[in-house]
């Protein structure tokens, strides 16, 4: 089964040009409360068997793509794909925790709104920040998300564990994406992910932001479907 995984605040409308293209495949709509990477991963594994779904073909977009490589520690008999998209390998950096909880603070003092209405426009490519069609379900699907969903979140990735080990070790087809004007996750990030895991492909989308699913579904859809080939 083809298993689209969300990121930070967003929810299975993230995967809405995929799940059209691929009526086969799912998304996770949410990670079930959890607040650690690991909860994410075995809530992931656990709707995964809900569906009799044993063997996967994951696709992690931002936080997703971190959930995806704990499934892959987790039960790495059962993926038969990975695909890290918009993402990170990296540890905790100096400054990162400081940032993450200033936005966390900024919704607890001036309301959700206002944390999204922050950090909503830079995960978009400046095109994509003045399309209303495009920003504005986007909008609304964080907003929906809350203050509660965001905190269990920042927690998973400022407790990330280590992956360094477990890229080398990873023996199926992976697929490495990112947007050419992705600032949170920048192609230099992705090569050096490719670079890590044995049998990985790396694609570069031209004029796209961190929402890569929806800024460049045709991009997306047509690596996907070469990566499932």
Excluded at 32 to 53: C, I, N, Y
Excluded at 80 to 90: K, Q
Excluded at 104 to 123: H, I, K, N, T
Excluded at 213 to 226: D, G, H, K, R, T
């Amino acid at each position: 089964m083809l298993l689209f995984l969300p990121g930070l605040i967003c929810d299975a409308r993230t995967f809405t040009p995929q799940l059209e293209a691929f009526p086969r495949a799912r998304a996770i709509n949410d990670y079930d409360g959890a607040d650690s990477l690991p909860a994410m991963a075995a809530a992931v594994l656990e709707q995964a068997d809900r569906h009799g779904a044993e063997e996967l073909e994951l696709f992690g977009h931002s936080m997703g793509g971190r959930v995806a490589l704990e499934v892959v520690r987790q039960a790495p008999a059962r993926i038969r794909r990975l695909a890290l998209v918009s993402t990170g390998v990296h540890p905790v950096g100096e400054g990162e925790a400081a940032k993450r909880h200033a936005l966390r603070d900024l919704g607890r003092e001036q309301g959700f709104s206002a944390l999204v209405d922050r950090w909503l426009p830079p995960m978009l490519a400046p095109a994509s920040q003045i399309e209303p069609a495009l920003y504005d379900p986007m909008h609304a699907m964080c907003m929906e998300q809350g203050q509660q969903r965001f905190e269990q979140d920042i927690a998973a990735l400022l407790g990330r564990p280590d992956v360094a080990d477990l890229l080398p070790a990873i023996a199926c087809p992976v697929l490495v994406m990112t947007g050419e004007l992705d600032g949170w996750a920048p192609p230099e990030q992705h090569r050096a992910i490719a670079a890590a895991i044995p049998k990985a492909s790396l694609v570069i989308v031209p004029g796209a932001g961190h929402m890569l699913p929806l800024e460049a579904p045709q991009a997306v859809n047509s690596a996907i479907a070469e990566w499932l080939a």
